[in-house]
């Protein structure tokens, strides 16, 4: 006897069956039919096969026939049949993996939900219930929407079941993967909630979040309900990606690998947005930086929300998704500002129609929340209709303007025109994916970089011209531009070595740590922030002392306290041990009336040097006397080469050749700088490859 079942309708399954009759006994007919979609018709259990005995189950009785060949009762034949019929049951639990439900799964590798499920429109009491018979539901193509599918213009509650039937062993870490579903859903694995995004009632949506939830492993049985609670309220709302089982660490890792890698980036748009608003303060070109640091910064917040922060920055789905949108609709205005301003050219009345039409957007999704609780996503989504409205006119004037001003202002946009072109397509992929037209992953995180990089090289382009022009100039200007080349350079280096230290510390924040490891990585950032505060301040305190605005203060203060706080700056900017500080002094006390802050700036950036430049222990020493104040500052590393140190206190020249230490070129500008405006007089001594020492005589000394 051979049994054969269809999991909840035994009579689209085969029979085998005896026919007597004709004269011809003993005869045997095999039938065997398929309906529906794939091979999901067929169970696996063969028991036995037996010609002229009785027949088979009655439960298979009404199948309808798809083929009828007599088979005598002969060896060969026999043998043949059961061939045959192994291959078919052999064959159909892998044709079933793309099968609609009910579906038939082995508990080892991943199994696809794509296909039809079982689908009831309005709330149902009990919809979770494996026992509910739902064989007059209706059917659904999953994934859907509900405006492409057959329950289009209908809006609320509906329920989904699939049946799976376990033809192997139970799996003990299986998760089911829905992806992203509009607009709230609610999941049941026999009966039980193993997940829910959102709320169904009271509604509240959730229309971002990937769905993967955990199936215990004492859940399985087998014959298996999944069942979906979903609430939609447009007709956008439905699964839009292919369910499937799959083992939950795959899943996991899969989803968050994508996350940290747009998390990393939207950590270094932040930190690259304050390297733009500090050119605010120190150029010229105030209006680009200041434009293209606030779109730096509304990039990188927008997709660290996306990036699997929102709920550890927020609490509400909707607030979270208002902030979001708002912070997408700044970009095209806020790029085509940059654009404007960095060309010189006057602003279009198109542009201001634009800022009046985003300006009415973001009070629209303000406002959202008091428009009413089941109308949240339908307003979302008329506000990023009209987004992508207002990016396609943004799009076609801008690359109409470049068009129209390239040839006048080619040397200012060869290379910015071609990162603003290299932004076009992951704009356009990540509004027509936000929307849900095409399912594709959102890379505009990724393609920023490039265009970051177009302008770095529009900016080395003008540098490369710069230095061609001057080339007919006397030799000292000669001289001041490479410098000014060079503390490019010396600025670049010190970004880059900031920025590589905290995406290394960023990269290794989930790794396991133990707390003499996260001590480390504390003392790294704090050393990181502390050289990046040191570079913004030292080029502030330059400009102010090169410009005279710096506003002088004439107070009593102990040169020993200024000393500790030296000490402490430099020793958590390059991380050099305490130890390596010694400092002597000829009293427990020397008072000094000046500015406390220059005499701080002086001392530390001769400390900083010696702990940078030296492996040895560092002396301080402090000597007062009847002509004034001496400040020793004494290292015994490499010294600094002979003809080296008349320049070494101009401005943007390094004494170090390997740009692998931190450094601006600027530090020994302002000591001398500040030397000069406090009357003081600086004595250089050095023997290379043995020590350095600095010293200071302050003549004004007023006795404690």
């Given at each position: ?176 993967y829905l992806g992203r579903v509009r607009d709230a ?318 995406k290394h510390l960023l990269g290794a924040g989930s ?194």
């Amino acid at each position: 006897m051979i049994e054969a079942e269809h999991v909840g309708s035994l009579e689209n399954m085969g029979r085998l069956e005896n026919v007597r009759g004709a004269g011809k006994p003993g005869h045997s007919r095999l039938w065997l039919s398929w309906r529906g979609t794939g091979a999901s018709v067929i169970r696996r259990r063969c028991i036995d096969w037996m010609v002229g005995g009785k027949a088979p189950d009655s439960r298979l009785h009404k199948a309808v026939p798809a083929f009828n060949y007599p088979v005598r009762r002969s060896d060969n034949k026999i043998v043949g049949k059961a061939g045959l019929l192994a291959i078919v049951l052999f064959l159909a639990p892998f044709l079933s993996l793309q099968a609609d439900c009910p579906v038939y799964y082995n508990g080892r590798s991943a199994l696809e939900l794509k296909g039809n499920w079982k689908l009831y429109k309005g709330p149902l009491s009990g919809g979770q219930n494996p026992s509910l018979n739902d064989s007059h539901w209706q059917s659904v193509s999953v994934p859907f929407t509900f405006d492409g599918s057959n329950v289009k213009g209908y809006r609320g509650e509906i329920w989904l079941r699939c049946r799976i039937v376990l033809t192997g062993q139970a799996p003990e870490h299986a998760a089911l993967y829905l992806g992203r579903v509009r607009d709230a859903d609610q999941v049941f694995f026999n009966g039980v909630p193993i997940g829910s995004t959102g709320k169904v009632q009271p509604f509240s949506p959730d229309v971002e979040s990937d769905r993967i939830y955990s199936v215990p492993f004492g859940l399985w049985q087998e014959e298996n309900i999944v069942a979906i609670r979903l609430y939609g309220s447009t007709g956008g709302a439905g699964i839009l990606n292919d369910p499937r089982v799959a083992h939950q660490g795959d899943l996991l890792t899969e989803n968050m690998l994508s996350s940290r890698v747009s998390a990393g980036f939207s950590f270094l748009f932040l930190f690259i947005s304050l390297y733009f608003f500090s050119f605010v303060i120190f150029t010229s070109r105030k209006k680009e930086n200041l434009f293209l640091g606030l779109f730096t910064l509304s990039l990188g917040f927008y997709h660290l929300i996306r990036s699997g922060y929102r709920y550890v920055i927020f609490d509400d789905f909707v607030f979270s998704y208002q902030v979001e949108l708002l912070c997408l609709y700044m970009l095209p205005i806020l790029f085509l500002n940059f654009f404007i301003s960095w060309i010189e050219h006057k602003r279009p009345m198109i542009l201001k129609f634009l800022e009046i039409f985003y300006g009415a957007l973001a009070l629209i999704t303000i406002s959202i929340p008091f428009l009413g609780e089941n109308r949240s996503v339908f307003w979302f989504d008329v506000t990023i209709y009209s987004n992508l409205a207002g990016v396609s006119v943004v799009l076609i004037y801008g690359i109409s303007m470049f068009k129209n001003t390239y040839r006048p202002y080619r040397d200012r946009l060869r290379f910015i025109g071609i990162g603003f072109m290299c932004l076009i397509p992951p704009v356009l992929n990540d509004m027509l994916s936000t929307l849900g037209v095409i399912n594709t992953p959102r890379i505009l995180v990724f393609a920023f970089p490039i265009f970051l990089g177009f302008i770095a090289l529009q900016l080395s382009d003008g540098i490369i011209q710069l230095n061609a022009a001057v080339k007919e100039q006397e030799k000292e200007l000669r001289q001041l531009e490479r410098k000014k080349t060079g503390t490019i350079l010396n600025i670049s280096q010190e970004f880059q070595h900031l920025f590589e230290g905290i995406k290394h510390l960023l990269g290794a924040g989930s790794e396991k740590k133990n707390a003499r490891t996260q001590n480390k990585k504390n003392r790294d950032l704090e050393c990181h922030l502390t050289n990046l505060e040191n570079l913004i301040l030292d080029s502030r305190l330059l400009s102010q002392l090169e410009n005279n605005e710096y506003p002088d203060k004439n107070v009593r203060f102990n040169l020993l306290d200024q000393i500790k706080l030296v000490s402490d700056r430099a020793i958590r900017a390059t991380q050099a041990k305490q130890s390596r500080l010694i400092v002597h002094s000829s009293a427990d006390e020397i008072i000094y009336r000046g500015d406390p802050e220059l005499f701080h700036a002086m001392v530390y950036h001769l400390v900083e040097n010696a702990l940078l430049y030296s492996e040895s222990d560092v002396e301080i020493r402090l000597v007062k006397d009847e002509r004034g104040i001496t400040v020793n500052i004494r290292d015994e590393g490499p010294g600094i080469p002979a003809d080296q140190q008349e320049l070494i206190f101009e401005r943007f020249v390094r004494g170090a050749e390997d740009h692998s230490v931190a450094g601006s070129g600027i530090g020994l500008t302002i000591v001398d700088e500040i030397a000069a405006r406090m009357g003081a007089s600086l004595r250089l001594d050095s023997g290379p490859g043995f020590y350095t020492s600095m010293e200071i005589f302050i003549p004004q000394a007023e006795a404690a």
